[in-house]
T-cell receptor, first 117, second 116 residues
Framework: KAGVTQTPRYLIKTRGQQVTLSCSPI?????VSWYQQTPGQGLQFLFE???????NKGNFPGRFSGRQFSNSRSEMNVSTLELGDSALYLC????????????????FGEGSWLTVV | AQTVTQSQPEMSVQEAETVTLSCTYD???????LFWYKQPPSRQMILVIR??????QNATENRFSVNFQKAAKSFSLKISDSQLGDAAMYFC?????????????FGQGTRLTINP
């Protein structure tokens, strides 16, 4: 069974550009969430999607957005890139309704390394 | 405030020995899950062990076990018979459910070095 798959793994963008990152969850998983990891801020929650609906959003500016498709795949987009957006972006998936108490262990992908120059 | 504190930025241990990584957290929620994740140089976050807050029994997974003290909001990870492959960053995290959504709150991590 394949794990969480993120593409691209590495990318370099110029300040002011936009970027789209893709995430395919584990087969059968319907919840997808995104995290940003930087040396200074550590791991921070970006947003979570379930059944194509955004369930939760972290404290990030509106330049950060995302969506989920009917096959549970998710994309996140960052517009007008800033140097501080350089980070590892981790996607995670879990099986069921994230609002329910049981069974939702969260599994992570290998991440997408974004460098903004 | 929802916070997780890992007070040991770095730890080292001799191969085959035992090491304990500490974690404390602060939450007003009563229903939550706790996790330890391992992040090797590949940077993939790998689940090591999980604990359900309503269960008093400490979780174990082979060489990994936790000491969960709910009243003290403490969740330490013990690694027995340390192996070279255990070298990684270890993150403590708790999962909370808020208004139909879930979120992981992470600590800052502990870098574990295994000395041969």
């Amino acid at each position: 069974k394949a794990g969480v798959t993120q593409t691209p793994r590495y990318l370099i963008k110029t300040r002011g550009q936009q970027v789209t990152l893709s995430c395919s969850p584990i087969s059968g998983h319907r919840s997808v969430s995104w995290y940003q990891q930087t040396p200074g801020q550590g791991l921070q929650f970006l947003f979570e999607y379930f059944s194509e609906t955004q369930r939760n959003k972290g404290n990030f500016p509106g330049r950060f957005s995302g969506r989920q498709f009917s096959n549970s795949r998710s994309e996140m987009n960052v517009s007008t890139l800033e140097l501080g957006d350089s980070a590892l972006y981790l996607c995670a998936s879990s099986l069921g309704d994230p609002g329910r108490r049981s069974g939702n262990t969260i599994y992570f992908g290998e991440g997408s390394w974004l460098t903004v120059v | 405030a929802q916070t997780v504190t890992q007070s040991q930025p770095e730890m080292s241990v001799q191969e085959a020995e035992t090491v304990t990584l500490s974690c404390t957290y602060d939450t007003s929620e009563s229903d939550y899950y706790l996790f330890w994740y391992k992040q090797p140089p590949s940077r993939q976050m790998i689940l090591v062990i999980r604990q359900e807050a309503y269960k008093q029994q400490n979780a174990t997974e082979n060489r990994f076990s936790v000491n969960f003290q709910k009243a003290a909001k403490s969740f330490s990870l013990k690694i027995s018979d340390s192996q070279l492959g255990d070298a990684a960053m270890y993150f403590c995290a708790y999962r909370i459910i808020i208004q139909g959504a879930q979120k992981l709150v992470f600590g800052q991590g502990t870098r574990l070095t295994i000395n041969p």
